[in-house]
């Protein structure tokens, strides 16, 4: 068990690095909220993670940001493009509310806070329109994010938990699938945003 847990420690830090190598260019700009603390400071399992979700954070909130609010509801099924199968897909707003709601529903075993009533099952507040409620929305998740990561330890790390679904599950896993599933649904803001000709935040001037 005390080999699993080393090994478990050593994946989580080598996953963690290489997400913040691959991403650095990302993270020249100003910190977002929640950002690690200064170099000085020695390294931790929690403070590399915690680096982790800042990077992904600032590529999500720019490309939010860069979105026009009427565009808030597109989604490639108003394309018609032929070929494509996109019918019942998320809107941006949809998406960005998704990712809200499931960094919620993922951190919050973490620590055993209850996430917000309106998580919605991963789908986030129906009523949410407006694209400054939706950013909020965002932030105010990855601020919980930020808390929830900020209290892994090598003790508590891989210690059996229950996820929000009722799975078992370790802070260590969903702490690092967390930022991974944001990875996920940023890939489909770019190309959200460059079906409507815009150039994604972090891909300007490159």
């Known amino acids: 068990m005390k080999h699993l847990k080393t090994s478990l420690l050593l ?15 990302a993270a020249k700009g100003s910190p977002a909220t929640g950002a690690s603390a200064s170099p000085s ?7 590399a993670i915690d680096r982790e979700i800042t990077i992904v954070e600032k590529e999500l909130i720019d490309a939010a940001e860069a979105m026009p609010e009427n565009k808030f509801d597109f989604s490639p099924e108003k394309l018609n493009l032929p070929g494509g199968d996109y019918k019942g897909v998320r809107t941006f707003g949809e998406q960005l509310k998704h990712v809200a709601a499931s ?4 951190w919050s075993p973490i620590t055993g806070e209850k996430p ?4 919605n099952d991963g789908k986030g507040p129906d009523n949410m329109k407006a694209k400054a409620d939706i950013i909020k929305y965002v ?3 990855f601020a919980f994010g930020h808390k929830s990561v900020a209290t892994l ?4 790390l891989v210690e059996p938990i229950t996820s929000s679904s009722g799975r078992p599950t370790t802070r ?23 079906m409507n000709g815009i150039v994604p935040p972090a891909s300007r001037g490159q």
């Open 11 to 25: 994946t989580a830090a080598l996953f963690s690095l290489s997400a913040a190598s691959a991403f650095a260019q």
């Open 103 to 106: 960094n919620y529903l993922l």
């Open 139 to 141: 932030k105010d998740s």
């Open 153 to 156: 330890t090598s003790s508590n």
């Open 172 to 194: 260590l896993f969903l702490a690092t699938f967390a930022p991974a599933h944001c990875f996920d649904h940023y890939g489909q803001l770019v190309e959200y945003l460059r």
């Open 116 to 119: 917000p009533d309106n998580v």
């Open 41 to 47: 400071t020695p390294p931790t399992i929690a403070s």
